[in-house]
């Protein structure tokens, strides 16, 4: 398959400057109407009981795709996708797994690193060498008497 560049110079190589001069237009009209859109999440919500009812809510009055919503509340579809189907983030407990696995995830972003041991380097060992099979001696056949 030939990229653009590829069937630009082929254009060139053979003199048509008629489709030259429409693929340009076409260029042109695009970064005319060209829009810069936002980033999918310009900041990470964090999850809490009322951001899971709402999310609970755009799904069911509307029907805006979990990617939809995810972008409109600011967390990623995995979090819709807990959200709709296991009910995750509805209670404030802090006995729930989810929360469980986020403070983990804090206390883990806190604790300093740990220094990683240095590995010794491993010594350069000898490899015992094989005993060499013994040659073949010549075997002799009835024409050789």
Known sequence: MAT???F???LREQGMNMAL???Q???D???ATRTVRPARRLTGQKMTPELARSILEL???TGMTQQEIAFKVGVNQGRVNEV???GKWLTDDPQAPEAIARDKAKARLRAEPKPRPKRAKPEMRVRPTRAKKPERQG???LGDL
């Open 21 to 23: 001069a429409i693929l």
């Open 25 to 27: 237009r076409l260029r």
């Open 8 to 10: 630009e110079d082929a």
């Open 84 to 86: 709709i189907k296991h």
């Open 29 to 31: 009209r695009d970064r």
């Open 139 to 141: 075997e002799l056949s």
């Open 59 to 61: 799904h069911g009055s």
């Open 4 to 6: 653009l560049k590829e």
